[in-house]
């Protein structure tokens, strides 16, 4: 289990200074559902919020 998350994507609503993920917690999903994923490229955070949306 991950105890501390990384991320660069500062655009969104749990994104903290140093890289941090503030979520509770993150659920990371492949891209399409149809496909299996063979690289990071294909993975993608679905917790992921627009700042603006809140
Ligand atoms: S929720 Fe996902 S996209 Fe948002 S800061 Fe955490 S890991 Fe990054």
Do not use: Q
């Amino acid at each position: 289990m991950a105890k501390d998350v990384k991320c660069g994507v500062n655009t969104c609503f749990y994104w903290k200074h140093g890289n941090h993920c503030g979520a509770k917690n993150i659920l990371v999903e492949v891209y399409s559902p149809d496909e299996r994923a063979h690289s990071s490229s294909h993975t993608g955070c679905h917790t992921f919020r627009p700042k603006e949306e809140f």
